[in-house]
């Protein structure tokens, strides 16, 4: 069996790496998954897709008020945050053992550390270019507005990042590759993304649809 | 984690009442024997120390007890948190690095309690509500236990990380080991040794080094998965920081029953004199011992409506809950009955004194006055965290025992006296327990809809 190839997607929020994902994941005939993850992880573990939604990508001290009776417990709550984000970890490995794919967020890059046929992405830019991008997509004219959207998003994804990992959202060292989109723009960073795939794993990597 | 991989089907599937006793007793088993112990080690102190100033002592100490808790919870619950997300992931060494910061940091604030404690100790006893006949009693007790202070740290971390890394039954059989060593210790010291009141101190400190060596001989074991490393002993600043992010909310609550604690023996002492301090002190624990019962189907109850619920199940979930609510309803009904009819009997286990018996009867039949709806009070809280809506649960839970309770005893004992401050808890029970009925009707609404209208 030919193995699979599992692309981990890390990104700023605004700065075109869904898009990215996306495209890549046409070009290439690979499956993609942003929210479908959730689908995926409800599916296997037989749990209410509105819960896990409910913790996605957001950090795990959100829920503030824990029970001192679960202390002493111990931690076996079947939805608490730890078991929700096991759940969906699992629903990652499983996605990438099955087929070649896009993983966006989520921690992939750290639940599949282990895997050799995941090369993890972070694709980036500047605040300015966000904000346009942002604003642009969401039709909204306010860029105070945005820049304070942007900055709440990113401060939950690092968050969640950080938490669950104990890496630096963001930074260069936690994943293969580290891009700045407004170097290149969309199109050309894709191309030179699938050249880097095709670099490091060879046949593996299909040729473009 | 052991039991993880077979549990989900169980849950989903077998007999809701079978399944309700097989989770519950356990849990239940391992608060009464806390609680058990607790009741024993008053009644050899109020038997064993010819004063029953000493047992007023003895209750002047609980908020340290609390504060002990607070801290050991800071640490203890974020890093279980946390070390279980690593073993979810197989990450060894970052499970390690948990493990190592779990020590020091117990390590620093343990020492750091230990130092405050013991230089500020007199006025700390009178923050606490003591007066000069109870001084001496409060301070020789809380001597010993603040020297043993950051063992009682380790010891409760590690039980804790013992248990969410794959040992719940070792970690239980350990608690157990300091249970009963300390019901050796403690008479011994008590009434051959006569060291008094701080012989049940010792005998606490003592039993739980034992413990902890135990806990320690694990921990160091190259065998085992997870040991504590030369090199990952050192704080590191992230797992610092993410610990403390996830023990802050059970740290903020035991803090908060250790404020209420001395706001009450602080108006014991203005009102009834330090022998109200040691008759709630006893009373308190007799309660404690009923409602450990209820908490401890909590927690039988909760990965049960937990599982249902996220699995959609939400007729199996209404089970449980009608069922839990039934079991701690009766259990309640059966002590305020006991309670009730036989108040001195109950007091009289503790000490012969007729006095603070007296107080401690009237309390106690004012206190348990609200039981038997108070069952269905602390069910109902515990419910809304087993399916995930934890400010729901936050909320009722703070306000039995701070948001209600703080304002009835800032105002009730004005016009009542010593009474007014017994009455405030059952006053803030009722209150409290209608507010939780009022959420979870509406929550049993939904659970109805959304049953009826699965696909």
């Known amino acids: ?209 | 984690m052991t039991t993880q991989a077979k549990a989900p089907n169980e849950l989903g599937t077998a007999n809701i009442g079978k399944l309700l006793i097989s989770y519950a007793l356990p849990a239940i088993a391992a608060q009464m024997t806390a609680s058990i112990y607790n009741i024993v080690d008053s009644i050899f102190i109020g038997h064993g120390v010819n004063n029953p100033l000493a047992l007023s002592g003895l209750g002047l100490t609980l908020p340290l007890m609390n504060l002990a808790a607070a801290f050991g919870a800071l640490v203890g619950a974020g890093g279980a948190a946390l070390l279980s997300i690593k073993l979810g992931q197989k990450d060894k060494e970052s499970a390690n690095r948990v493990l190592g910061n779990v020590l020091v940091l117990n390590i620093i604030i343990g020492l750091t309690v230990m130092t405050f404690g013991l230089v500020f100790i007199d006025p700390i006893s009178y923050l606490f509500g003591a007066s000069e006949q109870t001084l001496p009693f409060a301070k020789s007790f809380m001597k010993v236990i603040l020297f043993g202070n950051t063992i009682t740290h380790l010891y409760m971390g590690f039980s804790c990380l013992m248990r969410s890394c794959g040992y719940p039954k070792k970690s239980m059989y350990i608690t157990l080991l300091s249970v009963v060593m300390n019901l050796i210790l403690a008479p011994i010291f008590i009434f051959v040794f006569q060291w008094g009141i701080a012989g049940a101190a010792w005998a606490t400190i003592i039993s739980q080094t034992i413990s902890l060596i135990v806990l320690l001989f694990h921990f160091t074991d190259k065998t085992k998965y997870l040991y504590l490393q030369r090199r990952y002993i050192r704080l590191k600043s992230d797992i610092v920081k993410n610990i403390i992010s996830v023990g802050m909310s059970p740290f903020m609550q035991n803090i908060c029953s250790c404020l209420v604690v001395i706001v009450i023996n602080n108006l014991l002492k203005s009102y009834g004199g330090d022998y109200a301090i040691g008759a709630y002190s006893n009373v308190n624990k007799i309660l404690m011992m009923f409602a450990m019962l209820v908490i401890g189907l909590n927690q039988g109850m909760q990965p049960i409506a937990g599982y249902n619920f996220g699995a959609k199940q939400y007729d199996r979930v209404i089970q449980v809950l009608k069922k839990a609510i039934f079991y701690a309803t009766c259990t309640m009904c059966f002590a305020c009955l006991v309670c009730e009819l036989f108040p001195e009997a109950v007091c009289r286990i503790f000490t012969d004194n007729e006095e603070m018996n007296n107080i401690a009867t009237t309390a106690m039949r004012i206190i348990i006055m609200t039981f038997p709806i108070v069952g269905f009070q602390m069910v109902t809280s515990n419910f809304f965290q087993s399916i995930g809506k934890a400010i729901v649960a936050a909320i009722l839970s703070t306000t039995r025992q701070l948001l209600f309770l703080l304002p009835a005893l800032l105002i009730l004992p004005n016009f009542f006296g010593l009474n007014g401050v017994w009455f405030s808890m059952p006053v803030s029970d009722a209150i409290s327990t209608i507010l939780a009925a009022f959420f979870l009707r509406r929550e049993i609404k939904k659970l109805k809809y959304y049953n009826n209208n699965k696909q």
């Not at chain 1, 001192?68 to 629903?91: P, R």
Request: hydrophobic share 35%.
């Open chain 1, 1 to 209: 069996m030919t193995p699979k190839i599992t692309i981990s997607i890390g990104r700023q929020f605004g700065s075109g790496g869904s898009f990215l994902g996306h495209s890549l994941a046409q070009k290439l005939g690979f499956k993609f998954y942003d929210s479908e993850i959730i689908t995926k992880a409800a599916q296997e573990s037989g749990m209410d897709e509105k819960i896990i939604k409910e913790k996605d990508e957001k950090p795990a001290t959100s829920t503030f008020f824990h029970n001192i009776q679960n202390l002493i417990a111990g931690n076996d709550c079947v939805i608490s945050n730890e078991n929700i984000f096991k759940i969906q970890s699992q629903a990652i490995r499983k996605a990438a053992s099955e087929s070649n794919c896009v993983i966006m967020g989520r921690c992939s890059d750290y639940v599949l550390r282990d895997y050799p046929y995941c090369l993890s992405i972070f694709f980036w830019s500047p605040i300015e270019d966000r904000i346009k991008r942002v604003c642009e997509r969401a039709g909204i004219a306010d860029k105070e507005k945005v820049r304070q959207w942007i900055e709440k998003e990113d401060s939950a994804r690092a968050k969640y990042y950080n938490y669950y990992t104990g890496k630096t959202w963001g930074m260069s060292q936690s994943y293969d590759i580290s891009v700045n989109v407004s170097l290149m723009g969309l199109e050309s960073t894709t191309e030179f993304t699938i050249r880097f795939l095709r670099t490091k794993f060879g046949d593996l990597i299909p040729p473009i649809k």
